[in-house]
Structures are given as structure tokens and as C-alpha cells.
């Protein structure tokens, strides 16, 4: 994929009506702006508001050091390595801000990357950025590090990300009418959109009505009913950071919760529209925060991102008008299976090409080969399927052989996730053998999850319930013709037509129980189906025409429009591709 060149488009910015605020986007494989699944959407979610023409600007930050690229050792110890890249190589926004944090001034520019849609139509996010000649040492290198340092780093980066952001929209010119939190890491955006409001008035002065104002303007999304998810920070670091005022501000408008400063509860308190991720994930957060109304708009994934090139023709061919409307997916079943099953062969041998480069490792194309890879957290449960290895070899055998793929990174400070890493290349060592391969493969990126989620044949998903909130790699897969073999968690449970769209793990009184489970399905149902050629080619076409038309950002950014954003007026037309294109160059498909 191509960055943008130094002469970009002209833009009327002051006809954006939606920011959309995120700590990390995915914009292209060759830029580390991004950990995982939550940046990934964010990403997916901009395509396609480029797509459909959605009157959006974007905030993050640059992470001029980027999350981390993976090394395993031989016995599966991680190690991290920076990924520094230049955000030089982008045109600025042109402005620069000073921000007032930690009792002293921080200076912050921006980076600007064009996400460019079919039409031409361009959403600009701004990469803001802290690394200017003047700022002290230290406060150079806030936006160095996504997820990096310790909680005084994270809340200063979040005050960059939510105060800086509001900034620069304002030295801009942007006045948008809706303010996105995608999860809590920008919820300081609200203590911006109030001293905007109250001018030369100290916060202190700040009514109800002022607050209910900024209510209005702000929609809310929630990712994770995990607590390790939510951001909280010391009062002490509240205020050495943010100063009096704004912490007071922060408290008085409901961002304290059992005594600590908490992201989340900031902008449950000050936003309108509050949602979870799928229909189980808004069920679960209500109950975890009764005292506000939460709603569900189920993730999707960006089709033209995530559908393979051999897939991609045959739907041009096919149903061309599927890159605008995802709807046509469901115009599959005008297609032969066997050329479904053509499609995913050729995805399969691409995979196994691409590790045996990569790896020096070989797999069979005829085998049965299941894939797992997510980012590794112990509610993910990387090694269930690996509970039994008596039962799992036997299976292996039965079935003429079986092929497991395993991915993921453990956050640097994660002991118990990288821990599960080394557990899964333990048990490859004891039980590969003729019938039954392990192997985990190193650097789960952009490029390699496009790879396995094209390529494998089932895509396994087992988190302990009810912590995923939703899981997009799953839906990735679908729309490449690759049921899921999962958990009834997330999106699953709205994904998930049994023997249709793929399988599910039923719930057990232990882990041993549900591992029971997970066997009975492979060796009953699954590899059964997958020695019937005509049958899984069946099946590979319900997993595009059923998940694929509905598990993708086209159909949820359309819901956040009308249920979100807009949902008492006329949403705003969108704006047309008549804006000067520059030299842009626009995104290539994975």
C-alpha cells in the first residue's frame, strides 16, 4: 500500500460533520499505528466512510515507534522490538497547537494520512504528534509509544490524544456536530468540547447545561468487558497532569469511579449515545454499568481490506457492485461453489507458500487446517484446544491429518499471555507427528492476518465467555469462505447458523468440559463435511452470503449514522468526490 504524497488533496473541512477519535487506526501495512483489533476497526470503519462518502475527519496519534514487532525464540520466548517508522514522510496539517499538561506547555503538530474511497472521496486523519524541536525531552517522546510506559505516560499520551485533538480541530476550522470516542483513551476530548464552550469562563464555572451541551455532541463506543480494558489513573497523576481545573472538571462531570480517574466512566457520563460492539457485548455492559442506557451496533470488517484478490475477481465478475453495496454478497448464490472452493484453494496454496518463505516449514494443501490468531490474553484461551492432546492426535489419525495454525502477540507486559505462547510451542514440540502439525507463526500483523484468515479452513475462536466483546477475525474470515469453529462469544452468537455458517463450542461446567465439546464438533461434524468437497464448497459459500452481506463496516457504519449520530434529523448528504484529489495515491487492496 502506498502512503500518501507530500501534496495532498484541498479539502473544505469545515464540511465535516463526525470526528473520529482513536488511539490506534490501522491505515496501511507499511505504518505501525496499530496493536490489534480495536485499531484495525477503527481503520475498517474510515475505509468505508471513505467508501460511501461520510462527511468524517479522524484524530490518533503518530507512534513514531509503533506497538511492536514479535521474535520467538526456539522454545517460544517473545521478545519486542521497536518499529520506528517517519511520520516525515506525510504531509502536516499545517498547524501546530500548544497544549497545557503537567503545569508546563506541549507543543503538538499533526501528520496527515488521506484514506481514499472508490469514488475519489477522501476522510483526512490527523496523526497528532509531540516530537518538536522546544517540547522538554520527555515530552518529545509522549507520542512515541502506543500502549507503551506506565499509567503517567498513558494518561498524558490520552490528554495528547482528547485535549490535543479538540485543539487541532478547532485551529482548523473543523466544528463537527458529532464527537466519536471510540473507547475510552479519548474520553479527555470531553473537557476540550467544554472549555470551547465556556471560552474565557473557568471550568469551575461549568453548569449542567454546559455539561448536557457537551452530552449532546458525544457518542460513545465500549470495547471490553474485561477491567484491564478500562482505563483508570491515581487522583495524584489526575491532577499533576491535567492540572486543577481540569481535574476538578473531570469529577464534577462523573469521570471518578471507586476513587480512581476512569476513562470510561468520563465518557459514559458525557455522551448521548453509549454502545457495545455486538448484541451479547451491549447485553453485558449494561450490566456492568446499569446507571446508563447502552446500545449494540455489531462490529464489521472492511470487505475491499479483507477478501482475498482471487475472490475479489470472481465477484467482479460476478456481482460488481459489491464494493459499494455489501448487500450483493448476498448474490453469492448465483455463483457455482466450485468456483467458491477454486477461490479458496488458491488462498490455501498462497498461505503455504508464504510460511514455507517465511518458515522453511511445509503444510499439506489436502489437510484439514485449522487457524487461531488473536492477540494473546489468558480469557482467550490459546491453549483449550490443545486440552486433550491424547483425543487430539487420535482425531488427527482418524481423519487422515490435521493442520493447526496458531498467531498472536502478548502485551509486553502481559507474563501470563506470553506464558500461553510458550505453552502452545511446548505442546508442538510433544505432539507434532505424521497426522497432526502444530506451528506458531511469529509477528501477527496486517499482512499475516489477511494470510491466515484467507487461507485456513476453519477459524477457531475459544475466549472463556462472556469477555469477548466482539471478535473481527472471525467475520474476515467469512467473507473468504472460512467458517468458524468458536464459542457462542461476541459475534458469534449472531454469526453463527449451525452447519451452515460453521460450529458451535458449547458451554461447559469446566474447561475440560468445553475442550469435550470443541473434539466432538471437530471430529463429528467438521472434518466429516470437509471430505465432502461439494458439501464444505456449500457451506464456504453460506459463510460470504450470510456473515459476509452483514458482518462488515459498510452496513455498521450506516447503523452508527442513523442510530448515533444523527438520529433525530436528516443526516447530512454526503459529500461528493469534487474536492481537488492532488497526488494521491489510492490504497491498494489487500
Avoid at 497547537?97 to 469514488?119: E, S
Amino acid at each position: 500500500m502506498s502512503l500518501p504524497s507530500a501534496a495532498p488533496a484541498t479539502l473544505d473541512l469545515t464540511r465535516r460533520s463526525i470526528a473520529y477519535f482513536s488511539m490506534e487506526i490501522a491505515l496501511s501495512p507499511a505504518l505501525p499505528t496499530y496493536s490489534g483489533g480495536l485499531g484495525m476497526l477503527a481503520g475498517d470503519t474510515l475505509r468505508s466512510a471513505a467508501d460511501t462518502s461520510a462527511p468524517m475527519v479522524a484524530i490518533s496519534l503518530a507512534h513514531r515507534r509503533g506497538y511492536f514487532r514479535q521474535q520467538l525464540s526456539d522454545l517460544g520466548l517473545q521478545s519486542e522490538v521497536d518499529v520506528p517508522w517517519s511520520p516525515e514522510t506525510l504531509p502536516t496539517a499545517g498547524k501546530t497547537i500548544a497544549l497545557t499538561i503537567q503545569n508546563r506547555q506541549v507543543q503538538v503538530r499533526a501528520w496527515r494520512f488521506d484514506v481514499t474511497g472508490t469514488t475519489g472521496h477522501i476522510v483526512p486523519v490527523f496523526l497528532l504528534d509531540t516530537d518538536i524541536d522546544g517540547n522538554d525531552p520527555w515530552d518529545r517522546r509522549l507520542t512515541d509509544h502506543l500502549y507503551g510506559g506506565d499509567t503517567y505516560y498513558r494518561l498524558c499520551q490520552e490528554a495528547v490524544l482528547g485535549l490535543g485533538g479538540i485543539a487541532l480541530l478547532q485551529a482548523l476550522g473543523v466544528k463537527p456536530e458529532v464527537y466519536h470516542m471510540n473507547e475510552g483513551h479519548a474520553a479527555l476530548l470531553t473537557i476540550g468540547l467544554l472549555e470551547e464552550r465556556l471560552g474565557s469562563r473557568r471550568l469551575s464555572e461549568a453548569s449542567d447545561a454546559d455539561r448536557e451541551a457537551v452530552r449532546r455532541q458525544c457518542v460513545f463506543t465500549t470495547h471490553t468487558p474485561v477491567p484491564a480494558g478500562h482505563d483508570q489513573f491515581g487522583l495524584d497523576q489526575m491532577y499533576q497532569v491535567l492540572g486543577h481545573d481540569r481535574g476538578s472538571a473531570v469529577d464534577a462531570s462523573g469521570g471518578l469511579h471507586n476513587g480512581l480517574m476512569n476513562m470510561t466512566y468520563l465518557a459514559l457520563a458525557l455522551s448521548r449515545y453509549v454502545n457495545g460492539v455486538a448484541m451479547q457485548h451491549g447485553k453485558v455492559s449494561q450490566i456492568m454499568f446499569p446507571e446508563y442506557k447502552v446500545h449494540s451496533i455489531t462490529n464489521g470488517v472492511h470487505a475491499a481490506t479483507w477478501l482475498s484478490a482471487s475472490f475479489q475477481e470472481l465477484l467482479d465478475q460476478e456481482i460488481p457492485d459489491w464494493r459499494t453495496d455489501n448487500n450483493y454478497f448476498r448474490s453469492i448464490y448465483g455463483v457455482d461453489p466450485a468456483r467458491i472452493a477454486a477461490c479458496h484453494a488458491k488462498n490455501k496454496h498462497r498461505l503455504f507458500a508464504w510460511l514455507a518463505r517465511r518458515t522453511g516449514h511445509y503444510f499439506n494443501p489436502s489437510v484439514l487446517t485449522l487457524g487461531f490468531a488473536r492477540r494473546v490474553a489468558t480469557y482467550k484461551r490459546a491453549g483449550l484446544l490443545l486440552q486433550d492432546p491424547d483425543r487430539l492426535c487420535a482425531i488427527a489419525e482418524k481423519i487422515g491429518g490435521l493442520q493447526i495454525l496458531f498467531a498472536g502477540k502478548a502485551h509486553p507486559a502481559d507474563n501470563a499471555g506470553k506464558a500461553l505462547i510458550r505453552d502452545v510451542y511446548a505442546a508442538a514440540v510433544k505432539l507434532n507427528s505424521e497426522f497432526l502439525k502444530i506451528y506458531y507463526v511469529e509477528n501477527y500483523d496486517w499482512e499475516l492476518g489477511a494470510l491466515l484468515t484467507q487461507g485456513v479452513d476453519v477459524w477457531v475462536n475459544t475466549p472463556r465467555r462472556p469477555y469477548e466483546a466482539s471478535g473481527t477475525s472471525g467475520m474476515k474470515a467469512a467473507l473468504n469462505g472460512v467458517p468458524s469453529l468458536s464459542i457462542l462469544d461476541g459475534w458469534w452468537i449472531e454469526g453463527c447458523a449451525e452447519n451452515t455458517t460453521g460450529w458451535a463450542i458449547e458451554d461447559g461446567r469446566s474447561e475440560a468440559d468445553e475442550a469435550a465439546h470443541l473434539y466432538n464438533k471437530l471430529e463429528k461434524a467438521v472434518a466429516p463435511l470437509f471430505a465432502s468437497p461439494l458439501a464444505w464448497a456449500r457451506l464456504q459459500r453460506h459463510c460470504i452470503g450470510i456473515n459476509g452481506s452483514f458482518f462488515n463496516t459498510h452496513r455498521m457504519l450506516s447503523e452508527y449514522i442513523h442510530n448515533a449520530y444523527f438520529p433525530y434529523e436528516s443526516v447530512p448528504t454526503p459529500i461528493t468526490p469534487s474536492e481537488v484529489p492532488g497526488e494521491i495515491t489510492k490504497p491498494a487492496l489487500v
